[in-house]
């Protein structure tokens, strides 16, 4: 069975654009867009001949430039995490580290309820 080949540069050239504002609505950047609409062509390109069906493969490269930007977003998100000064809030307010990171998480629960988004 000869499989027939995915043409990627034309892919590139038809839906780059497309992709790259996709991306750039998940991330709100263009330089994290257009790196992640990158790595998912160059990921395609690798792997084309692996695709089953070239007609799908816009919507391979669209799924994983999606994959792309959860993966930029969970990044993002754990070190937003990490970032908390929790010692230098302590060390202001006077208390210990264990009774910051309580308070905080105590208020942010509270301003949850507030707003309905209760998990």
């Not at 609409?37 to 084309?48: D, K």
């Not at 001949?49 to 969970?74: F, H, I, M, Q, T």
């Not at 970032?83 to 629960?109: C, K, N, Q």
């Amino acid at each position: 069975m000869i499989r027939e080949r995915v043409d990627v540069a034309a892919l590139f050239a038809d839906h780059h654009l497309g992709l790259v504002r996709l991306a750039l609505l998940m991330v709100g950047d263009v330089g994290t867009a257009e790196d992640v609409v990158q790595e998912a062509f160059a990921r395609t390109h690798a792997g084309r001949r692996r695709l089953r069906d070239p007609g799908r493969a816009l919507a391979y490269v669209r799924s994983a430039v999606l994959n792309g930007c959860r993966s930029v977003l969970r990044r993002r998100s754990v070190a937003f995490r990490r970032a908390v000064p929790y010692e230098e809030i302590a060390d202001t307010m006077g208390v210990a580290g264990s009774t910051a990171r309580s308070t905080i998480t105590r208020g942010l629960a509270a301003l949850a309820r507030t707003l309905g988004e209760e998990s």
